[in-house]
C-alpha cells in the first residue's frame, strides 16, 4: 500500500473573512511538522463503485492548494473491494466492526491526524474539490464549519428528493435552530468540517444517522464559533438505494434532540407512514419561558 500526502504547504486561493479580533486564528503548521494540516474523512460501506472517485478528489484538491493532507476511510465491513481499492490508492483504512454512520465517522476521526477533520459522503454526492471553501473560515477562526446544499449552495437535478429538500430537512432545520439558537440553513449537509481538538472536546456517542444532530448540537451548547458555506450536491451514481433510512433515521434525529434541550416539554413533530400515505402531524412545542416573555435558548453561533 502506498500513503499518499501533499508534500507542500501553500495558503489556500480562497480569501479567508477577516476574523473578529477576539476570535483567535488557526495557528499556521510548524515547519517540518510532519502531520497533515487537513484529513478528509469517509465512512464506507460497498462504496466501490464511486469511493475511487472521491479519494482521488481529495488528494487532487490537497495538491492544488499545496497543503499536507490525508485520506482516511473509515469502513464499516465492505466486502466489494471497497477497502483495497482506498489503500490502493493512497488512503488509511480505519476499520470499524460496530455497524452504523456515527460508530464510522467517529473511529475515522478519532484516528485521522490532520489539524482540520473534513467529513463527507463515499458516494460522491459531495465534491471534496470544494474543500478550500471550509479551509478559509477555519483559517479566520471558525472551529465548526457546515456546508449547505440549500442557497447560497447548490442542488443538482436528480440529486435530492422533493420531499428530503422541501420537508425534512426545512423542518430539522426549524427545529435545531429554535431550540439551541443557531442559524444554519441546512443542518443535514453531510459536508461539513471540524477542527480536530474541538471534536475531541465534543465527546460526541451517537452510532447512526442521528450522530449528524448531535455534532451540531453540541458545537452549539458548547459555544464552537460556527460558520456555513455553500457546498454542491451531486446526483447519487451508485445504482442503488442509500444507506439513508429517511422515516427511521429523521425519527431518530429528532429524538436526539429532544433527549438534548432541557426546556422541551413537548416537541411536536410526528411523522408516521400508514397505508403507504405520508401523515405530517404537527403539535406546538413548547420552550420555558424567561421572565421578560423571551425563549429560553442555548447555544452560540458567528
Given amino acids: 500500500m502506498v500513503r499518499r500526502t ?3 504547504y501553500a495558503a489556500s486561493s480562497v480569501t479567508p473573512p477577516e476574523p473578529r479580533t477576539s476570535a483567535p486564528t488557526a495557528a499556521a503548521p510548524l515547519p517540518g511538522d ?11 460501506l460497498d462504496e466501490v463503485k464511486t469511493l475511487g472517485a472521491v479519494i482521488e478528489k481529495a488528494f487532487a484538491t490537497f495538491t492544488r492548494l499545496g497543503i499536507r493532507g490525508e485520506v482516511v476511510v473509515a469502513d464499516n465491513g465492505s466486502r466489494d473491494g471497497s477497502i483495497e481499492l482506498a489503500e490502493r490508492l493512497g488512503a488509511r483504512v480505519v476499520r470499524v ?3 452504523g454512520y456515527g460508530n464510522a465517522l467517529r473511529a475515522g476521526m478519532a484516528a485521522a491526524e490532520g489539524r482540520l477533520l473534513v467529513m463527507g459522503d463515499a458516494d460522491d454526492t459531495y465534491d471534496f474539490g470544494e474543500l478550500d471553501r471550509f479551509l478559509a473560515p477555519w483559517r479566520a477562526g ?7 446544499r440549500l442557497p447560497p449552495g447548490t442542488i443538482l437535478p436528480g440529486a435530492n428528493p422533493w420531499l428530503n429538500r422541501n420537508l425534512g430537512t426545512p423542518v430539522l432545520t426549524f427545529v435545531l435552530n429554535r431550540l439551541f439558537g ?6 443535514n449537509c453531510g459536508l461539513r468540517a471540524i477542527d480536530r ?5 465534543l465527546g460526541l456517542v451517537s452510532e447512526g444517522m442521528e450522530f449528524a444532530s448531535e455534532m451540531l448540537i453540541k458545537a452549539a451548547i458548547q459555544d464552537l464559533r460556527i460558520a456555513e458555506v455553500p457546498v454542491t450536491l451531486h446526483p447519487d ?4 438505494p442509500p444507506h439513508l433510512r429517511r422515516w427511521s433515521d429523521g425519527w431518530r434525529h429528532l429524538e436526539f434532540t429532544q433527549a438534548h434541550h432541557h426546556d422541551i416539554t413537548r416537541l411536536g413533530v410526528l411523522v408516521l407512514i400508514e397505508r403507504g400515505e405520508l401523515r405530517l402531524l404537527q403539535d406546538v412545542h413548547h420552550v420555558r419561558s424567561l421572565g421578560d416573555g423571551r425563549e429560553a435558548v442555548v447555544g452560540h453561533h458567528q
Fill in 197 to 201: 481538538e474541538k471534536f475531541h472536546e
Fill in 97 to 99: 466492526s460496530a455497524r
Fill in 34 to 44: 510532519p502531520r497533515p494540516e487537513v484529513s478528509a474523512v469517509i465512512p464506507c
Fill in 6 to 8: 501533499a508534500l507542500h
Fill in 142 to 148: 471558525a472551529t465548526f464549519i457546515m456546508g449547505t
Fill in 182 to 187: 443557531t442559524r444554519i440553513r441546512d443542518v
Fill in 237 to 240: 451514481r451508485r445504482g442503488r
